[in-house]
Every structure is written in structure tokens, then in C-alpha cells.
């Protein structure tokens, strides 16, 4: 079999590569001889999940990597989930250079709730690790601090009026007292 590879590379370009096999066979090594080898990088970026109890909730990782990455999913004790346990399930999708691994996880109850490790390893240093969380309605940390940051921002606003009224009411009381002093002396 004969593999025809045409790169077009120009400087500050990306490189752009077709494979052509003459006989009309796939060429998939060849991905080996134009692939850098590269540690695996998450691209995927969605960290939290809201659900309620009896949802299904699919979390996914997609990794780049070449060699193809492996991944590993842990729960919140750092058990390893292999896809078998009760309401927990693994789908992997790959493509040339990307695993997407999908972990479905149905929220039987609150021992659900909390974080989920998608490990990815491939013979090129270092590992890479995505922490994703599933949790109740209502109770992620940005909805706490939305909530702190209201409540600063009226203990402020109360203050800044209390005080503007008390030094509104001091002007007031000297300008008056020294009308009186003023009027007394004419």
C-alpha cells in the first residue's frame, strides 16, 4: 500500500493535512507519523450540574491527546466507576485525537450529589484531571454568593444613609445654631 501524504504549510498558518491511500484502503497509522505526541488536555469546560433527585444527568469529558488517551472516572471517595455499578453508566466516542467519555449518572438519592473525576492518561506527561460537581437546585456556591454579595451591598447602601442622614442633620443643626448666633449679635 502506498500513502500519499500532502501537507500545505506556510508560516503562522495551522497545517492542514490530507491522507490518501492509492489502493482505497484506509491509512490510519499515518496518523502516527504526522501527529506530534501530546499530553492530554481537556477541552470540555462545564463544571457543575443541577439536578434533582430521579434525574439523569450525563457528565461529559473531552480530551485531546495523541497518543489516544485513556480515561478513568472516580467518584467524590476517589472510587474508581467502571460503568457496571447501579446508576451509574460509561459511553466513550472517539475520534482521531478525542476521547469523549460520558459518565450518566441517575441521582437515586443525595449520595449522588457531590464531584466526579475524569481522569486522562496517555504515555505523555502529565496527566490531566477535570473535576465536574452534581448538586442540588438552589444550592451551588454561585447562588450563595450572589446572596453574600447582596446582602454586602445592602448593610453598605444602609449604612452610607444612616451616616449621610446623621451628617445631613449635624449641618443642619450648626448652619441653624449659627443663624441664632448670627441674629443674637445683630
Known amino acids: ?36 505526541d501530546n499530553s492530554p488536555k481537556f477541552v470540555s469546560d462545564e463544571l457543575e450540574f443541577v439536578a434533582d433527585i430521579g434525574d439523569d444527568v450525563s457528565i461529559s469529558c473531552e480530551v485531546h491527546g ?8 472516580f467518584d467524590q471517595n476517589s472510587d474508581i466507576i467502571t460503568g457496571e455499578e447501579e446508576n451509574l453508566n460509561i459511553t466513550v466516542r472517539l475520534s482521531e485525537t478525542l476521547v469523549k467519555s460520558t459518565l450518566t449518572v441517575t441521582v437515586a438519592d443525595e449520595s449522588y450529589y457531590g464531584r466526579y ?8 506527561p502529565p ?3 477535570q ?16 446572596a453574600v454579595t447582596c446582602t454586602v451591598i445592602v448593610v453598605v447602601l444602609i449604612v452610607g444613609i444612616v451616616l449621610g442622614i446623621l451628617f445631613y442633620n ?12 448670627y441674629a443674637n449679635a445683630g
Do not use: Y
Not at 117 to 124: L, P, V
Open 170 to 181: 449635624k449641618r443642619v443643626s450648626k448652619k441653624q445654631s449659627n443663624n441664632t448666633d
Open 1 to 36: 500500500m502506498t500513502v500519499t501524504p500532502f501537507i500545505n504549510i506556510t508560516e503562522g498558518d495551522e497545517v492542514t493535512i490530507h491522507c490518501e491511500a492509492l489502493d482505497g484502503n484506509p491509512a490510519p497509522h499515518i496518523l502516527e507519523l504526522l501527529f506530534e
Open 131 to 146: 473535576t465536574m460537581e452534581i448538586v442540588k437546585p438552589g444550592s451551588n456556591a454561585d447562588t450563595v454568593a450572589v
Open 117 to 124: 473525576t475524569c481522569k486522562a492518561t496517555n504515555d505523555i
Open 66 to 73: 495523541f497518543p489516544m488517551p485513556a480515561i478513568k472516572w
Open 127 to 129: 496527566d490531566d484531571e
